[in-house]
């Protein structure tokens, strides 16, 4: 038996919405009857716009890589290769583990044991016993070649287009496949560089829809194409396009006066230099790799595997030996997973730009994303039992990542700062939650994160539940300002929630048997399903209500005064 309440606020601008996904002859029709883009060409090429330049100083173009003009573009050449790259592996694999015999005695002949001519047999002997060998080069060449010919037409068929509205994809031979994601309905845009990519000096992008299976990606792209094609995909999500259109369609101006803005805009262009806003940003957060490696082993996974450890050898003390050795893969299984989570704290930054919070981490596979503002949904930061001495704490979000919920990456776009000082926090939420006010940093702070304190603002647990959080009752407590709502809990792990109201979708109340005869209530924000928890329990039934009521007035006001998601217009 339960009562559960729920407020919904009004919808934000820039919430779920699925990108387009069609396949087959349609795809293609449709992609066709898609009108070429022209007010995103990059100023400085030719094009009928470039004749009715805006009157008034001179702007930053809206876009600056050839591949942003609206039409369709290939990518990559190399792109069929490193995608079935795996494919290539597994096959070369077959041949070297068949092979491998012939293939020391050919490379490396002072290595092998074997008296000359006493190989073992393999295919190569079968060749040449039944004279095929010609045949099997022949067929060897064809299958090469064929394979080359299906790269050559899957890069063909492989195009993108980058228009006023929307990033679209189309792929395949055989089977077709157009992708589109809405522009105003781009969550991020990711950057990622593996290993092998990285090395021939290419990299691949992902463009974060609004929806579960939304993304849209471009892979693969050289590095330079790929940065300039990611700075020109936020700018146009963003307001700033709009504002250019705006101001193209306002001013009419003479031949004359024309090319006159034209050249003030070159010697403009001369003082101020090359456009560098697209350049790696400093980071604010420096994490050195002690810190790093101690936060790993110092992390919830250890004690887990102490517990283990601690559980084998009793196992094996009572009934027989042979249980101490589930130890060894269990440390290999652990080993790895700390190597993983290391490996992927390092080269860590995060900074702010332009268009949004940019976070890069990966020491072999090197992520780079920009979290646009408007598009936090709620904050978390989180400090484990073994990290309160040391003063450490993490953060991370809940935001849309357009993957599946079976998608295990999704974790890894989470967390924007794996480890810090309370100096690191701060600086990460001011950039992260830049609307709030000086006094309700004061209650993020002093009496959210490090709280509680004498006169504590949050609304706290009564002594009469006690039972239901007998280590934090007076910790366990929520607090609403003008900009947000604030969910503070934990005494072994603490934590602080923040979710901007202009992002939460409604408040809802749950009260169980239990609760309901203590009287209290469980406040639960609404907002995309993360890793930060948005739901708080055992508070006063009444003091649940007001907040109930006050959340949904305060929210819808948030909410209509929002301009977040046109961050640059």
């Known amino acids: 038996m339960s009562d559960d309440r729920s407020a919904s606020s009004a919808e934000s601008p820039g919430?779920?919405?699925?990108?387009?996904?069609?396949?087959?002859?349609?795809?293609?029709?449709?992609?066709?009857?898609?009108?070429?883009?022209?007010?995103?060409?990059?100023?400085?090429?030719?094009?009928?716009?470039?004749?009715?330049?805006?009157?008034?100083?001179?702007?930053?173009?809206?876009?600056?890589?050839?591949?942003?003009?609206?039409?369709?573009?290939?990518?990559?050449?190399?792109?069929?290769?490193?995608?079935?790259?795996?494919?290539?592996?597994?096959?070369?694999?077959?041949?070297?583990?068949?092979?491998?015999?012939?293939?020391?005695?050919?490379?490396?002949?002072?290595f092998t044991d074997l008296p000359p001519g006493a190989l073992p047999p393999d295919p190569v002997d079968f060749l040449f016993?039944?004279?095929?060998?010609?045949?099997?080069?022949?067929?060897?060449?064809?299958?090469?070649?064929?394979?080359?010919?299906?790269?050559?037409?899957?890069?063909?068929?492989?195009?993108?287009?980058?228009?006023?509205d929307d990033v679209e994809v189309r792929s395949g031979v055989l089977f077709r496949t157009h992708r589109r994601a809405p522009l105003d309905r781009v969550q991020g845009v990711n950057l990622t560089r593996p290993m092998v990519a990285r090395l021939l000096g290419l990299a691949k992008l992902e463009v974060v829809g609004a929806g579960l299976d939304a993304n849209v990606k471009l892979e693969y792209l050289s590095g330079k194409d790929a940065e300039a094609i990611r700075g020109d995909i936020l700018r146009l999500a963003s307001g700033r396009r709009l504002a250019e259109a705006?101001?193209?369609?306002?001013?009419?101006?003479?031949?004359?006066?024309?090319?006159?803005?034209?050249?003030?805009?070159?010697?403009?262009?001369?003082?101020?230099?090359?456009?560098?806003?697209?350049?790696?940003?400093?980071?604010?957060?420096?994490?050195?790799?002690?810190?790093?490696?101690?936060s790993r082993v110092l992390s919830g996974s250890t004690l887990v595997l102490i517990a283990l450890v601690v559980g084998i050898v009793v196992a094996a003390s009572v009934s027989t030996l042979w249980v101490l050795f589930t130890v060894v893969p269990m440390f290999l299984a652990f080993g790895a997973y700390y190597v993983r989570s290391i490996a992927r704290g390092l080269r860590y930054s995060i900074a702010p730009t332009s268009d949004g919070v940019r976070v890069t981490f990966g020491l072999f596979t090197t992520v780079s994303e920009i979290v646009p503002p408007g598009r936090v949904h709620a904050i978390e930061v989180r400090q484990?039992?073994?990290?309160?001495?040391?003063?450490?704490?993490?953060?991370?979000?809940?935001?849309?990542?357009?993957?599946?919920s079976s998608d295990t990456s999704s974790d890894q776009f989470a967390a924007v700062l794996p480890i810090g000082t309370r100096a690191d926090v701060e600086r990460v939420l001011r950039i992260l939650a830049p609307s709030l006010s000086s006094a309700e940093w004061t209650l993020v702070f002093r009496d959210g994160i490090l709280g509680p304190v004498d006169d504590d603002p949050y609304v706290t647990t009564p002594a009469r539940a006690r039972l239901l959080r007998p280590l934090s009752w007076r910790r366990n407590g929520v607090r609403l300002t003008d900009d947000a709502l604030l969910l503070r809990r934990g005494?072994?792990?603490?934590?602080?929630?923040?979710?901007?109201?202009?992002?939460?979708?409604?408040?809802?109340?749950?009260?169980?048997?239990?609760?309901?005869?203590?009287?209290?209530?469980?406040?639960?924000?609404?907002?995309?399903?993360?890793?930060?928890?948005?739901?708080?329990?055992?508070?006063?039934?009444?003091?649940?209500?007001?907040?109930?009521?006050?959340?949904?007035?305060?929210?819808?006001?948030?909410?209509?005064?929002?301009?977040?998601?046109?961050w640059a217009g």
């Open 384 to 404: 484990p039992l073994l990290w309160r001495p040391f003063g450490w704490w993490s953060v991370s979000l809940n935001r849309l990542s357009g993957r599946a």
């Open 491 to 566: 005494f072994v792990w603490r934590s602080l929630t923040v979710i901007p109201l202009a992002r939460l979708q409604s408040i809802g109340l749950h009260q169980g048997p239990l609760a309901r005869a203590l009287r209290t209530a469980t406040v639960t924000g609404h907002v995309i399903a993360g890793t930060a928890q948005t739901a708080i329990g055992a508070i006063d039934r009444d003091d649940a209500v007001r907040l109930f009521e006050q959340t949904a007035l305060t929210t819808v006001a948030a909410a209509a005064g929002d301009r977040s998601h046109r």
């Open 129 to 164: 016993a039944n004279n095929l060998l010609l045949i099997a080069g022949g067929i060897a060449l064809v299958v090469v070649l064929v394979l080359l010919g299906i790269f050559r037409l899957s890069w063909r068929f492989h195009t993108l287009r980058i228009g006023d």
């Open 15 to 110: 919430e779920p919405g699925p990108a387009d996904d069609a396949t087959g002859p349609d795809a293609e029709g449709s992609a066709a009857a898609t009108p070429a883009a022209a007010s995103g060409v990059p100023e400085g090429t030719a094009g009928p716009e470039a004749a009715e330049a805006p009157a008034g100083p001179p702007r930053r173009p809206v876009v600056r890589s050839p591949y942003s003009d609206g039409e369709w573009h290939r990518l990559h050449p190399l792109t069929p290769v490193l995608r079935g790259g795996l494919s290539l592996v597994v096959i070369i694999g077959l041949l070297v583990a068949n092979l491998r015999e012939r293939l020391i005695e050919w490379f490396f002949p002072a």
């Open 246 to 294: 705006g101001a193209r369609t306002a001013g009419r101006s003479s031949v004359a006066r024309q090319a006159a803005e034209a050249v003030g805009a070159g010697l403009q262009g001369l003082v101020d230099g090359e456009d560098l806003s697209d350049a790696e940003p400093e980071s604010i957060v420096r994490i050195p790799i002690g810190r790093l490696v101690a």
